[in-house]
């Protein structure tokens, strides 16, 4: 089983910018397609960004042009650069794969933005 670490979120002003970290054990991590999820309050959790393991890049309509995701494969690594903070941005982010089953979750990291 994969275990999923992520980090980097805080408190931010609209119009900012937070750099986020997901860090997966085990060596399957390269093979798979990789995807930043979030959760806000009383919604379901949505796919934001995703990335093959050749590096080719997909993006929900509501980030696109503000939101980069990134990995570094030799470390087992997804990034999610976000730009352009909006209040709406406000959630939980999470890290998986997008292949059924998907792996545990993690716990998370916050991102809240403030107007």
């Known amino acids: 089983q994969v275990h999923l670490v992520e980090s980097g979120g805080g408190l931010v002003q609209t119009g900012g910018s937070l750099r986020l970290s997901c860090a997966a054990s085990?060596?399957?991590?390269?093979?798979?397609?990789m995807a930043w999820y979030r959760q806000a309050p009383g919604k379901q959790r949505e796919s934001v960004a995703a990335?093959?393991?050749?590096?080719?890049?997909n993006y929900a309509d509501s980030v696109k042009g503000r939101f980069t995701i990134s990995r570094d494969n030799a470390k087992n690594t997804v990034f999610l650069q976000m730009n352009t903070l909006k209040p709406e941005d406000t959630a939980v982010y999470y890290c998986?794969?997008?292949?059924?089953?998907?792996?545990?979750w993690g716990q998370g990291t916050q991102v809240t933005v403030s107007s």
């Open positions: 998986n794969r997008v292949v059924w089953p998907l792996w545990d």
């Open positions: 085990g060596s399957v991590f390269s093979s798979n397609t």
């Open positions: 990335i093959t393991s050749g590096g080719s890049t």
